[in-house]
């Protein structure tokens, strides 16, 4: 079974920067593709940014400018970096990788988060 872990996230001062990082393991056949999501109490689960097969990225407005992600092929591993940090950055940040564990069979898989806090 594909799992994935985040780990990176802590206390930040409004300004500063933060890189996440997530490590898969488990049979990983192909990779369609791989995102960070973040989720702040109260609200929905929303799109930070991906990078799908094509190596592309595709950042949400809120953080357009603010945010680049990565892949470590060898490693399986997807890293997220956060410039400028505010306040409203305050979240649960998920990793997420769709993938094929066989040349038939994919799924959609989640790590556990991990949060961001960012105030003085």
């Known amino acids: 079974q594909i799992q994935l872990v985040e780990s990176g996230g802590g206390l930040v001062q409004p300004g500063e920067s933060v890189t996440l990082s997530c490590a898969a393991s488990?049979?990983?056949?192909?990779?369609?593709?791989s995102g960070w999501y973040r989720q702040a109490p109260g609200k929905e689960r929303e799109l930070v940014a991906q990078i799908t097969a094509g190596h592309s990225t595709n950042d949400a407005d809120s953080v357009k400018g603010r945010a680049t992600i990565s892949r470590d092929n060898a490693n399986n591993a997807v890293y997220l970096r956060m410039n400028s940090l505010k306040p409203y950055d305050t979240a649960v940040y998920y990793c997420?990788?769709?993938?094929?564990?066989?040349?038939?069979?994919?799924?959609?898989?989640w790590g556990q988060g991990t949060q961001v806090t960012v105030a003085s």
């Open positions: 997420n990788l769709r993938a094929y564990s066989d040349y038939r069979n994919w799924g959609n898989y």
């Open positions: 488990g049979a990983i056949f192909r990779i369609v593709a």
